[in-house]
């Protein structure tokens, strides 16, 4: 038998291996870290089903480009207002009033107002990449009868009358893409990307020297190669833009897709006869730029930036005017086509180009003899984007026209053919004389080197 000591012994070994254990509980369970994994869980997997489902069905909106200017007619909406709402506004250097200022003819003075010779003395449409050619002979609508955006047929954007594509010719502003109609043929250009759509990395001063080297070494389109160039052409009859956005001219060229609304350029040329022997000046303005070479001369160079010489002119309009001497800036345009101190013409529709460049500007004589045919090139270009503007009106010298209340001149535009811009409400619309004289088209061709 066993001793006391060794039954207690015993009963005390069994006692303590028969005593449970506590288990340890983690700080993460305690606080139901398990309850709030598995939550987490089901909203993460209902967050990814939620998306998926979203994705699926939501589709991006498709940008339009609407060729008619604010206000010009189609129907609803078109306001300056909206436009303005819509494109980024341009960022300009700041400039002195153009009021009170000398050689600028004002709104509102009452003369009997003729242009002084300058050189007396010195110193801003639906998508068009899927219409053809044969399409755009009625209306921007189709076949059918209807209120058209145009003197052709077809179903239109509202009520009033719009921006057509007739061959007859209100048409596209930046041209007509029907191949057979007698017109200076434009090209455009992107000088973002390369031909082979790489970017250039060009920044908007090294645009200006493009445009300055290639309008002071012959206008050599070939020299372009390197950038992209827009498989379709167009049809010029005359430049009358009025303010729209700059997105405008690559959906006219049918290449919006593939070229951003900024540092693009179209070159216009073919071969012209005048109307009568004499001698004629340009008068205009563009925004950015505006240059013309006529049988091989700059006869006109004038906008918020100056083409054949890239500076900026918005910025030394005192100097321009002659109000100020700078003898550095004299010397910087010792090449700029226009005679200096500049003729300005300021209009009640041109409000943004009075503000900001003083009004329409008045070229240089040059001499024109009828039967003669002389190479012409006209240069437009936007390099900051946001909105683009360009007119150009002709001036036979000596010939009196009509006059506008104010006193200044109404005068015909620069054009090929009998047809008319629409009537637009849209800023920078210079007046025209309707009846003006038409200029004969003789021959053109894309990227001919004259």
């Known amino acids: 038998m066993d001793t006391a000591e060794e039954q207690f012994q015993q009963i005390g070994h069994q006692g303590t291996e028969s005593k449970p254990r506590r288990r340890k509980i983690g700080f993460w369970s305690r606080i139901g870290g398990g309850s709030l994994t598995i939550a987490i869980l089901v909203h993460v997997i209902l967050l990814i089903a939620g998306a998926f489902i979203i994705f699926q069905y939501i589709q991006p909106t498709e940008k339009t480009v609407d060729f008619m200017p604010p206000g010009g007619g189609g129907g609803g909406g078109g306001s300056e207002r909206g436009l303005e709402h819509e494109v980024k506004k341009k960022q ?10 000398k050689r600028v003819f004002a709104e509102g003075a009452v003369s ?24 755009l002979s009625g209306g921007f609508g189709g076949a059918g009868t209807g209120d058209g955006l145009g003197n052709g047929t077809g179903g239109g954007k509202g009520d009033g009358k ?38 250039t990395g060009l920044s908007n001063e090294q645009v200006k020297e493009v445009i300055r080297d290639f309008t002071n070494r012959g206008w050599k389109e070939r020299s372009l190669s390197k ?12 430049i009358y833009i009025p303010k729209m956005g700059a997105d405008a001219a690559p959906a006219a060229f049918g290449c919006e897709k593939e070229v951003q609304p900024s540092r693009w350029m179209v070159v216009y040329r073919g071969v012209v006869s005048p109307p009568a022997t004499g001698r004629y000046r340009f008068v205009g303005a563009g925004d950015d730029v505006l240059v013309v070479r006529f049988n091989h001369r700059h006869v006109f160079d004038y906008g918020y930036t100056s083409g054949t010489t890239g500076i900026q002119l918005s910025g030394i309009l005192p100097v321009l005017r002659g109000d100020t001497d700078n003898r550095d800036l004299a010397k910087k345009l010792k090449d700029f086509p226009m005679k200096l101190p500049l003729t300005l013409l300021q209009y009640d529709t041109t409000r943004n180009w009075n503000g900001d460049i ?19 090139e006209i240069l437009i270009s936007e390099i900051p984007g946001g909105l ?3 007119s150009l009106l002709i001036e036979e010298v000596g010939k009196s026209g009509e006059k506008k209340p104010d006193g200044l001149p109404v005068l015909p535009l620069f054009r090929l053919d009998g047809s008319q811009p629409e009537p637009s409400k849209s800023d920078n619309a210079p007046p025209y004389d309707a009846e003006g004289p038409i200029w004969k088209f003789v021959s053109g061709g894309r990227d001919l080197d004259f």
């Open 358 to 376: 003083g009004g329409l500007a008045v070229g240089p004589e040059f001499e024109a003899v009828a039967g003669r045919s002389y190479p012409i």
């Open 388 to 390: 683009f503007c360009a």
């Open 162 to 199: 719009g921006l057509g594509f007739g061959g007859g010719g209100k048409g596209n502003p930046f041209g007509l893409i029907d191949s057979t109609v007698d017109a200076l043929v434009g090209t455009f250009y992107d000088f973002k990307q390369t031909d082979d759509r790489k970017p």
């Open 92 to 101: 300009r250097a700041q400039i002195i009033p153009s009021s009170n200022v």
């Open 227 to 238: 950038f992209y160039k827009a498989p379709q052409t167009l049809r010029q009859n005359r």
């Open 112 to 135: 009997n107002f003729s242009i002084p010779d300058p050189g007396d003395s010195f110193g801003e449409m639906s998508s068009l990449s899927s219409i053809s050619g044969g399409g």
